[in-house]
Every structure is written in structure tokens, then in C-alpha cells.
């Protein structure tokens, strides 16, 4: 455990431990039943993300999960695929943990209608743990400080963009990298934001100022983060480069 941050970043998944609390974000279960809807035919993710998180408690020796918002996909309310999959894979998820959390995201419409027991569904602005703050990103992080007693916070960890930077090699190929950004929020809070969970999800490019989304800009306009200066690591924590180093 890193004592200084409260919290260890697990290598090969993204995925952190703070404390006994396992934290993941952005699962996005029900994608690829939407996409189908477009012709693009995926397999379902949802046993593989499960196998997943079963190996991390073990891995790790977990007792507690925090998922950081958008367990589902539909921005709404639940529908298609996650009607089905939904409840059966939080069922095991709750079998396994001592406790499980879910902060709402962006896509968690109506999530309760199928959550089973077991499963509490936090506040949507997030939830301080040893000095950090997780939410899931989608709502101004300055004002959630204002509201929870910011002078506390050491850390804020939030999913939402799915981070990523693509690379160009001399023939012209290009790698899409999900990457950990860390960055500071000011000079004694740090702010770290999470690769998604998902591997099949979209992921936002944060070192190409052409493909940066509207959403991201807004967020970097109310300071949360200097994305110039931010450092991107990869799942394998190799530390890549400050975001602004890698603009192409």
C-alpha cells in the first residue's frame, strides 16, 4: 500500500485497492447488446468481467467492492441485455464480498430496478474513504469537494473518461493505450483518473487535443486537472510520459 495516497493501483487491470476495498469503474454491462442494435455483433463481456473481479477478491483478499459508476450501459433505464445479466452478476459479485457499493454514474438510470439485495447504492456524488474522494466524474468534482469537506481529501479518484493515449509509429499504425492519468487538483490534492473496466467500451484519446471530447474540455475548464501536466501510466504501470510530452 502506498502510504502516502492511501490506496495501490493494481498492475495488468484497472483496478485499485484502498484498504480492504477493491475499486473499479465503468463496466458499461448491456454494451454490446446496444451495439448489436447497429449491426456490430460483440459477444457478451459480462462472464468475463465477472471472472474477472471473483480473481481480483482473490488476488487481492478484498473483503469489500466499490464500483465507481456505469455498472450498465443505458443511460436510462435498464433495458435489453441488462434486465438478464444485470442481477445475476451482482448476485455473485454480493456472494463473494462482504460488502458492495455502487456509485452512481451517468449511465446508472434506474439502476435499483436491478440491483438484488445486497448492493448499496451510494450517493451519487461519491464517498469519502481514508482521505479519498471516488466518484464517478460525470458531475463537477469542486463542488462535490464544497459539499463533503474538501480539507479532508488527500486524493480524488473518478472513472467516466475512459483514458486512453494512442501512439503512431513510423508506418503509420496507430495503438489505443488505456492508460491511469494522475495529475494534481491543486498544490496538496492529487486527482487520478481511471481506465474503464470494460475493454470492449469506447475509450477517450486524452493525449490528442483534435479528438478531446466536449465533455473532457468542460471538465478540464473548471481546473480539476492540468492535462498538460498529468502523467499517463499504463495498466502495467509503466509510466509513459506527461500527457502534454505526448501529443501527436
Known amino acids: 500500500m502506498n502510504a502516502r495516497t492511501g490506496f495501490k493501483l493494481i498492475k495488468g ?3 485499485l485497492l484502498a484498504g ?15 451495439i448489436r442494435l447497429k449491426g456490430i455483433k460483440l459477444p457478451s463481456l459480462t462472464k468475463r468481467i465477472l471472472t474477472r473481479v471473483l480473481s481480483l477478491a482473490e488476488k487481492t483478499s478484498a473483503r469489500r467492492l466499490l464500483i465507481l459508476g456505469d455498472l450498465k450501459h443505458t443511460v436510462y433505464g435498464p ?4 434486465w438478464m445479466e444485470i442481477p445475476e452478476f451482482m448476485r455473485k459479485i454480493v456472494s463473494k464480498f462482504e460488502w458492495v457499493g455502487v456509485v452512481p454514474g451517468n449511465h446508472d438510470g434506474d439502476l435499483y430496478a436491478v440491483l ?44 467516466h473518461f475512459h483514458p486512453a493515449v494512442e501512439l503512431l509509429d513510423d508506418l503509420g499504425y496507430r495503438y489505443v493505450i488505456p492508460v491511469w492519468v ?24 486524452v493525449n490528442n487535443p483534435e479528438r478531446i471530447s466536449e465533455e473532457l474540455r468542460g471538465f478540464l475548464k473548471t481546473g480539476s486537472i492540468n492535462l498538460q501536466e498529468a502523467e499517463a501510466y499504463s495498466l502495467d504501470l509503466v509510466f509513459l510520459g506527461k500527457i502534454g510530452e505526448m501529443e501527436i
Open 13 to 15: 487491470e484497472p483496478a
Open 20 to 34: 480492504e476495498t477493491l475499486v473499479i469503474a465503468d463496466t458499461h454491462i448491456g454494451y454490446e447488446g446496444e
Open 79 to 82: 433495458r435489453g441485455l441488462e
Open 116 to 159: 438484488p439485495e445486497g448492493v448499496e447504492l451510494m450517493d451519487p456524488d461519491g464517498v469519502l474513504l481514508n482521505g479519498i474522494l471516488f466518484t464517478h466524474g460525470h458531475k463537477r468534482v469542486d463542488t462535490i469537494l464544497g459539499k463533503k469537506g474538501g480539507g479532508s481529501v488527500r486524493t480524488v479518484v473518478v472513472g
Open 182 to 205: 494522475r495529475g494534481m487538483l491543486s498544490s496538496k490534492v492529487e486527482i487520478l483518473l481511471m481506465p474503464a473496466f470494460n475493454e470492449n467500451i469506447g475509450k477517450l484519446i
